[in-house]
């Protein structure tokens, strides 16, 4: 049995996340009320697996992330891509004529902007998790209080659903990484069926030194899919580049590693895995 850390409660996105990615296979959750109680988890039992949130198709990048990502020691082995969908949902004896606060994770309720500006009546109150706020109202009873959260949520602690599909983009994606003790990694993937790496490095403050790096990657047919830059704390102008890439043939994949690596600094690779 696989032990996965995920941030949130049975019921969360993670959740679903979890059981998508390791279908077929028997998980028990370690459930954290933050991400860094994730790595936490990986670091006291190398046993342990992580599942955190990367990005939002809407939302963005989840910065903070990255930085305990680099910071943690662990190794991405997978990743997998959820579709987001939310729904209201409240005590059985609730209604739309008693609903007066909605509760939900700051994002989810950014995801569904639009269809809070249609009920001004209703508080919007930040919460630390969309299922953890379905818990919370069951749990004590809250009249009155509705949440915003996935609709199994609702359902696993027995909320009425006043309407599913509440968010305002329906191409809502969350990409979720799958990271382990880096020990742990061949035991979770092959390194031959990978690929896709993510990798971080900082650059001299130098004309085009940038511009050579991705030049290198595109010499040995690289496909750069994403480039995230953060500052560097403490050095002014200096940053960070979190970039995934693309590769068809491990062997040229491994010679452009070579290649950039006298170009940066601190060159780390945070994972090779299967695109998802």
């Known amino acids: 049995m696989k032990r996965i850390a995920i941030q949130g409660l049975l019921g969360s996105f993670h959740d679903i996340a979890a059981h998508q990615y390791f279908d077929g296979e028997q998980i028990q959750l370690i459930c954290c009320a933050t991400f860094e109680q994730v790595y936490e988890n990986i670091k006291r039992d190398p046993t342990v ?38 729904c209201l949902c409240c005590l059985p004896d609730d209604s739309w004529e008693t609903i007066s606060e909605v509760h939900s994770h700051p994002v989810a309720l950014m995801q569904c902007r639009q269809f809070l500006a249609n009920h001004p009546d209703f508080k919007n109150v930040e919460a630390e998790d969309t299922a953890g706020s379905a818990k919370y109202i069951a749990e004590h009873q809250c009249r009155g209080w509705a949440a915003i959260c996935n609709a199994s949520a609702a359902e696993m602690y027995g909320l009425k659903v006043l309407e599913n599909h509440i968010e305002d983009n329906k191409h809502n994606f969350t990409r979720f990484l799958v990271v382990c003790n880096p020990m742990k990694a061949d035991f979770m993937r092959p390194l031959t069926e990978t690929n896709k790496s993510s990798i971080v490095f900082s650059l001299p403050h130098e004309e085009g030194s940038l511009s050579h790096v991705l030049a290198i990657l595109s010499f040995y047919k690289i496909n750069l899919t994403k480039i995230q830059s953060l500052p560097i704390i403490g050095h002014e102008w200096e940053y960070l580049f979190y970039v995934d890439i693309m590769y068809n043939d491990l062997t040229r994949y ?17 994972g090779e895995y299967k695109e998802n």
């Open 254 to 270: 491994r010679q452009a590693i070579d290649a950039i690596t006298p170009l940066t600094r601190d060159l780390k690779i945070l």
């Open 49 to 86: 697996i992580g599942m955190t949130a990367i990005e939002n198709t809407i939302a963005g990048s989840l910065l903070h992330n990255y930085e305990l990502l680099r910071d943690s020691g662990t190794t991405v082995v997978g990743e997998h891509k959820l579709h987001i969908s939310h």
